[in-house]
């Protein structure tokens, strides 16, 4: 729980307030049995009025003070745990964001949008519940069990037994109840996990008619979750009646003792009611801490998730920055080998090749032969195994790789659109851009006409994952994005599939115009073509570089993809 409480210093104000008005309401709640049994010794027995209204006008003010100190309580408590639950998020949000790529697997998108939402909130609802009433349970306990004493030693002694009994019996619910609230934040992963994938694959889904199977695939996970929280529930709520019974007894024994020690002589009248009163408060506490111990069970389990994600390192490389970015878009690999996180497989395995800048390179190859994970070591998001990688000459740790990543510009293989509306998502990169600059970049992605055909233009809004667009729309979306940065170096990974070949190659001329190094990944001969040179990777490997004649020449696979493109080159007997 330090988590917890490195958050609640940022509002120790607040907090302090909650308590201070929390003893407040606990001292006069405490001094109330007392007045009482004073009204009923010294007005009650002897019908003195007086007396009687004396002690009850002090009661009503003391209880009057009380709700004034409780509804400030709940002020400040609810200031505190909201406050916690905005800094925990914002650093959380943080904290992903400066991920390094190896630890993203770590995490599906379900879990970290539950730890988002649902982790947080059962933290936020334990704060708000320990400031209003956590604090105040364990000192009444001790407080009435003190008052109890100093009104009559002799009845009070009960508590000593009984109320210890009771405690130990919580502090083994809360270690129980925390393995299973665990349990049951790991099923609700799993439900979010299902509905996550079957909201953005919706489409799919009918496609295959398989709603029957993902409607059981849904149900089986919700089953599991109402299942581990129903049980869950059940050890903690059966914990009540335990305690109900032994404060119940408890309290049958005062005043039975009590009217014993009454008959003779021994006590007075109010004495027993006093004590009975602080019986009571004791009993609704401890009947109480049955709630607190499933608040403090689930936020423990919810802590120690967030405490996972927090204790990720965020991949901070430790070798000295002595560039701030590339000066020119030239590239080269030299004896590179890559494998992803917790994999033994290579996917890159002695990669060798050199770029110069400003040539316009075709990657192609076979279906994991390594592409984009070649890709996705030029801007830095994974660093290879062994070897080095060269920008501008330079060796890419050596640099900034914030600074690098602004040179570069970057289409998915599937193209990421952002809910909001078609300006925002082509200015994603440069927010500063002009009208004309995004203007020009959308009429070089072969995309403006359609946009200026929009009823509402630049400023049409566009769902989330651009759902309301087809393929081919949101890949020239995700180009004009990429060009309008102006990158020392683009990369295409396989972003003109779903282009047909007449807007292909209107963009392919459109680049020229663009003074930057370009990367293509592509599987279409008529696009390696128009390219520099070809890049051929097989099962991670260089298999051949040089141009579209040479590799007709020299390479038996690149002639057989080009031929069943239908094109043809240098003829062998």
Known sequence: MKLILSYLKLYRFSALMALFLT???????????????????EGVLYKDIGTVVYWGAIMIGLALLSLLAGIGNSFYASYASMGFSHSIRSDLFSKIQHFAFKNLSR???????????????????????????????PLTIIGGIAMAFVVDARLAAVFLITVPAALLFLAWVLQQAGKRFSRVQNKVDDVNRVM???????????????????????????TELASETRQTFRFVEASMPVLLVLMNATLIF??????????????SVGNVVA??????????????????????????????????????????????????????????????????????????????FDVQNGERIAIMGATGSGKTSLFQLIPGLFEPDSGSIELGGTQLIKYDLEAVRKQIGFVPQEAILFSGTIRENICFGKHDATEAEMIQAAKDAQIHDL?????????????QRGVNLSGGQKQRLSIARALLIHPLILMLDDS??????????????????????????????????KADRILLLEDGAVLAFGTHTELMEQSALYRSIAESQGRRGVQHG
């Not at 005062?254 to 021994?266: C, D, L, R, V």
């Open 107 to 137: 995490f599906p998108a379900s879990g970290l949008v539950t730890r988002f939402t649902n982790d947080v909130r059962q933290i936020q609802n334990t704060i708000f519940m320990g400031l209003r009433i956590m604090a105040k349970a």
């Open 451 to 463: 946009i200026a055909g929009l009823p509402a233009g630049y400023d049409t809004v566009i769902g």
């Open 196 to 222: 996550q994938e079957n909201l953005s694959g919706m489409r799919l889904i009918r496609a295959f008619a398989r709603r029957p199977f993902e409607e059981n695939r849904f149900q089986r996970a919700n």
């Open 496 to 529: 003109t599939s779903a282009l047909d070949m007449k807007t292909e190659s209107r963009l392919l001329e459109a680049l020229d115009r663009y003074r930057c190094t370009t990367l293509m990944i592509t599987q279409k001969i008529r696009s390696a073509e």
């Open 23 to 41: 003893f407040a309401e606990l001292g006069t709640d405490l001094v109330l049995p007392l007045i009482l049994a004073k009204m009923i010794n």
């Open 275 to 352: 004590i009975v009163n602080y019986a009571l408060r004791i009993s609704i506490m401890v009947s109480t801490f049955t709630f607190i111990t499933l608040a403090f069970s689930r936020a423990k389990a919810s802590a120690e998730r967030l405490q996972e994600v927090f204790s990720i390192e965020n991949g901070h490389r430790t070798e000295q920055v002595t560039e701030r970015a590339p000066k020119n878009g030239s590239i080269a690999f030299h004896d590179v080998c890559f494998s992803y996180p917790n994999t033994e497989k290579a996917v890159l395995r002695q990669v060798s």
């Open 254 to 267: 005062i005043i039975w003792f009590g009217h014993k020690e009454t008959m003779q002589g021994s006590t």
